[in-house]
Every structure is written in structure tokens, then in C-alpha cells.
């Protein structure tokens, strides 16, 4: 029987005669085996063994988000498998799922597990949240990678960047230190970065607000102030009062080159206050890497990349991040790096567990107990539903400010008229 007069039926009837003789016999014969079983179907060589291995084995192919088991052979060859067992979490688990992580404002599986236990006692305490006692169980046996696998798709609908407007500051520069690792005790509340986020919606030129961010190292608590422009009187003032919003004491700051910074007014203040001030390398920024990954996280997935330069867009900006600090410092469970080994190529990562940077200032031994009280007592009168509400209506009031900005007009005409231009 010559390989163009066999049908697919045939093929199929050949394949699978064949296939239990091969997957029986020794080396040499199966080499035997697949020499005829090429010049039958003429097959290539690699396929053919494919087949003649896989055939009557369960199979999975993954098809983009689909994966489907077949018994046999695949391409039409082999059939399908029914799922077998009940699924675990149905549509309540999915559903309550669904609602912690918006409410935390969608963070990665495994920050979310970590933080599961803790979160559905608080919604359930403020009433946001009511389970039968299987969903709880359910939701605190959840893996990370499950968690993962159930948002898919809520993630797929939500899925801006912004440049460096920083100028040197020559100023006092050679007298103020780079920091070295050796000369900061990082494993101790206190330490902080500081980094200023620039609000000029794509155009530099002109005044525009500024957004200074202050994160502790430890335990990454962190503090948000807006700020008019980058001129030194009014940053020294927003970092004074971002300062006294700390829970503890600060024992250090570190900043980059910046002017702003760089100054012989915020030296004196350090000096006052005993206050160990450096400054990071220059154009490197992971020497800041725990602020600069606030920047992101914190203040542009909160305000975006408008521009922002009234007296009122200021105003809501300082609104927003009073209450935004509360819902970062109390809710949003985070991860640190604690070693990393590189194998060759191959750099190998280890995290601690996802913790609050509220229940990082708890676990720190320096911080005063009546510190601690006082943030508890704090903590347990928060509801984190009412503080995202908060946080959505002020975004609102700040989109509707900014839309009758002079400068989102200008934007809007700018964009119409290249629509037109293309058309």
C-alpha cells in the first residue's frame, strides 16, 4: 500500500498498530519500526516518533489561555479528555476573591496569600465583607499561583512613563557624602530615601508641582507631600512635614543630586536634628531603588501624568495623598529582596513574606511600645473600603480640575488638529 493512497482513516488504523508494537519493543527494533512507519505515511522522521511515542498517552497541549489533554495522538488523531473531580473554588470564592483585590488595589498573588488572613478579618470587622465559613477556609488555603490563575482575566482589563527632570546640584556637593552600605544601619527604622516625582505633563517649560517621596528602607512606610515647584524653600517645607508624619524618629536621609537637595539649608537642618545626610551616585539611580520603585507604585498609579500647576490641583494632591498614606501604610502588604545569588547566567532571588509596612514599624524591636499602641489603636479604627472611596472620589475632583487647565485644552487642540492632518 503505497503513503499517497492511504486516507487519514488508514493512517490513523497504521499509527495505532504500530504504535503498541514500538512502544513494546527493544532499541534496535524500534528503529526498524519507525523506518517503515516513515515510508507508509511519509511522515517526517521526528513527527512519526512523536506519534508512534504518545499514542494511547494522555497529552497536554497549551493552545494561549486553553489547555486541553488529549488521549492519543494530537491533530485530529486522538480525543479529547472531560475534566475529571469538582472544582474547588466555585464562583463565592471567586467572587470574594475578586473583591479583597480590588480593595487592595490589585496586588500579585503572592502578596495577596500572605496577606489574605489579616485583610478578610478587617473587612469582615467593618462589615465590608460577608462569608460562609467553607468560602473563608477556602480563601486561606489559597495558593499564590491559584490566586494568579483566578484573576486572569480581571487582570487583562486593566492592562504611563515619565523622564528625569532633575538638574545637579553643585552646591555644597563635595561636602556631602555618598552613601555607602557601611555607613547606614539599613536594618533599622529611621533610614530613608527621598526622591521628588515630576508633575509637568510633557512639557518642562514653565511652573509645575512637584510630588516629594520619603521611604523608609526597613520597613518601606512611606510619605507623600506635594510641593509647588522644585525650589528649595518649598521642598525644605514639604519634607519638614513629611518628617513629623513618621512614626518614628528619622535617622537619616539620602537623596540624589539634585538642587533641590543639595543645599546648605537642608544640611544646617540635618546638623540641628543630628541627622546623617548623603546623597546617591550620579545617573545611578538604583542607588535609590527603594523610592524610585514608590514613585511608581505609590504616586503615579495614584495621580497619573497630568500636569499639575493651580493652586487648587495642588491642594487636592495634598488631599489624596492624606489619605493615601493611610491606605499604603496600613494595607498594602509588600515584599522585600533579603538575597540574591547569581549560579553562571542564572540570578536566583529570595524574598521575605508580604507584610504592611505597619506591621513591619510592629515587628521592629527600637521602636517605643507606646509608638506601637497608638498606631494599633489607629489601624484598628481604619476601613480600608471607605479609604479607597475617598481616594476615588478626590482622583475625580483632581481629573475634573485638570481638564479646565489651559494646558489640557492646548492638549486636546493639539490632538485634534494631528487627527485631521492624518485624515
Given at each position: 500500500?503505497?503513503?499517497?493512497?492511504?486516507?487519514?482513516?488508514?493512517?490513523?488504523?497504521?499509527?495505532?498498530?504500530?504504535?503498541?508494537?514500538?512502544?513494546?519493543?527493544?532499541?534496535?527494533e524500534k528503529g526498524e519500526i519507525l523506518e517503515h512507519f516513515v515510508s507508509l505515511t511519509e511522515y517526517s522522521r521526528c513527527?512519526?516518533?512523536?506519534i508512534l511515542r504518545n499514542w494511547g498517552k494522555r497529552v497536554t497541549v497549551y493552545s494561549g489561555r486553553n489547555r486541553i489533554?488529549?488521549?492519543?495522538?494530537?491533530?485530529?488523531?486522538?480525543?479529547?479528555?472531560?475534566?475529571?473531580?469538582?472544582?474547588?473554588?466555585?464562583?463565592?470564592?471567586?467572587?470574594?476573591?475578586?473583591?479583597?483585590?480590588?480593595?487592595?488595589?490589585?496586588?500579585?498573588?503572592?502578596?495577596?496569600?500572605?496577606?489574605?488572613?489579616?485583610?478578610?478579618?478587617?473587612?469582615?470587622?467593618?462589615?465590608?465583607?460577608?462569608?460562609?465559613?467553607?468560602?473563608?477556609?477556602?480563601?486561606?488555603?489559597?495558593?499564590?499561583?491559584?490566586?494568579?490563575?483566578?484573576?486572569?482575566?480581571?487582570?487583562?482589563?486593566?492592562?504611563?512613563?515619565?523622564?528625569?527632570?532633575?538638574?545637579?546640584?553643585?552646591?555644597?556637593?563635595?561636602?556631602?557624602?555618598?552613601?555607602?552600605?557601611?555607613?547606614?544601619?539599613?536594618?533599622?527604622?529611621?533610614?530613608?530615601?527621598?526622591?521628588?516625582?515630576?508633575?509637568?505633563?510633557?512639557?518642562?517649560?514653565?511652573?509645575?508641582?512637584?510630588?516629594?517621596?520619603?521611604?523608609?528602607?526597613?520597613?518601606?512606610?512611606?510619605?507623600?507631600?506635594?510641593?509647588?515647584?522644585?525650589?528649595?524653600?518649598?521642598?525644605?517645607?514639604?519634607?519638614?512635614?513629611?518628617?513629623?508624619?513618621?512614626?518614628?524618629?528619622?535617622?537619616?536621609?539620602?537623596?540624589?543630586?539634585?538642587?533641590?537637595?543639595?543645599?546648605?539649608?537642608?544640611?544646617?537642618?540635618?546638623?540641628?536634628?543630628?541627622?546623617?545626610?548623603?546623597?546617591?551616585?550620579?545617573?545611578?539611580?538604583?542607588?535609590?531603588?527603594?523610592?524610585?520603585?514608590?514613585?511608581?507604585?505609590?504616586?503615579?498609579?495614584?495621580?497619573?501624568?497630568?500636569?499639575?500647576?493651580?493652586?487648587?490641583?495642588?491642594?487636592?494632591?495634598?488631599?489624596?495623598?492624606?489619605?493615601?498614606?493611610?491606605?499604603?501604610?496600613?494595607?498594602?502588604?509588600?515584599?522585600?529582596?533579603?538575597?540574591?545569588?547569581r549560579k553562571g547566567s542564572k540570578i536566583t532571588k529570595e524574598y521575605d513574606d508580604a507584610l504592611t509596612p505597619y506591621q513591619?514599624?510592629?515587628?521592629?524591636?527600637?521602636?517605643?511600645?507606646?509608638?506601637?499602641?497608638?498606631?494599633?489603636?489607629?489601624?484598628?479604627?481604619?476601613?480600608?473600603?471607605?479609604?479607597?472611596?475617598?481616594?476615588?472620589?478626590?482622583?475625580?475632583?483632581?481629573?475634573?480640575?485638570?481638564?479646565?487647565?489651559?494646558?489640557?485644552?492646548?492638549?486636546?487642540?493639539?490632538?485634534?488638529?494631528?487627527?485631521?492632518?492624518?485624515?
Open positions: 500500500m503505497e503513503a499517497e493512497t492511504l486516507t487519514m482513516k488508514e493512517k490513523k488504523k497504521i499509527s495505532k498498530k504500530m504504535a503498541q508494537r514500538y512502544q513494546r519493543a527493544g532499541k534496535k513527527y512519526a516518533s512523536w489533554v488529549f488521549i492519543g495522538e494530537w491533530k485530529g488523531y486522538g480525543k479529547t479528555s472531560n475534566r475529571k473531580g469538582k472544582r474547588i473554588y466555585g464562583e463565592k470564592v471567586q467572587a470574594a476573591l475578586k473583591k479583597i483585590w480590588y480593595i487592595l488595589n490589585y496586588p500579585c498573588g503572592i502578596r495577596l496569600a500572605a496577606y489574605m488572613k489579616e485583610i478578610v478579618s478587617v473587612l469582615e470587622r467593618h462589615e465590608e465583607l460577608i462569608l460562609d465559613a467553607e468560602t473563608r477556609e477556602k480563601l486561606f488555603k489559597i495558593s499564590p499561583i491559584t490566586i494568579d490563575r483566578l484573576l486572569r482575566d480581571e487582570k487583562k482589563k486593566w492592562e504611563l512613563k515619565g523622564k528625569s527632570r532633575t538638574k545637579p546640584g553643585m552646591l555644597l556637593k563635595s561636602q556631602i557624602p555618598i552613601r555607602t552600605f557601611a555607613q547606614w544601619d539599613e536594618k533599622r527604622a529611621g533610614f530613608l530615601e527621598m526622591d521628588l516625582v515630576s508633575h509637568d505633563g510633557g512639557e518642562v517649560q514653565g511652573i509645575y508641582a512637584q510630588t516629594l517621596s520619603m521611604t523608609d528602607i526597613d520597613t518601606g512606610w512611606t510619605e507623600t507631600a506635594g510641593v509647588k515647584n522644585k525650589s528649595q524653600k518649598h521642598v525644605f517645607a514639604g519634607l519638614k512635614k513629611s518628617i513629623a508624619n513618621f512614626p518614628f524618629p528619622v535617622l537619616g536621609l539620602d537623596s540624589d543630586n539634585g538642587g533641590e537637595f543639595i543645599n546648605e539649608h537642608l544640611q544646617k537642618y540635618c546638623q540641628q536634628e543630628k541627622i546623617t545626610f548623603t546623597r546617591s551616585r550620579p545617573y545611578r539611580k538604583n542607588d535609590s531603588c527603594y523610592v524610585e520603585q514608590k514613585n511608581w507604585h505609590i504616586v503615579r498609579k495614584t495621580v497619573g501624568y497630568w500636569r499639575y500647576e493651580t493652586d487648587k490641583e495642588l491642594f487636592l494632591l495634598n488631599r489624596i495623598y492624606e489619605v493615601l498614606r493611610l491606605y499604603t501604610n496600613f494595607f498594602q502588604p509588600q515584599m522585600k529582596l533579603i538575597k540574591k545569588t513591619r514599624v510592629l515587628n521592629c524591636p527600637e521602636v517605643d511600645e507606646s509608638i506601637k499602641k497608638k498606631l494599633t489603636k489607629q489601624y484598628e479604627s481604619l476601613n480600608p473600603v471607605e479609604l479607597q472611596k475617598h481616594l476615588l472620589d478626590l482622583q475625580r475632583l483632581l481629573l475634573k480640575a485638570v481638564r479646565k487647565n489651559p494646558f489640557y485644552k492646548k492638549r486636546l487642540e493639539l490632538k485634534k488638529k494631528k487627527q485631521l492632518s492624518l485624515t
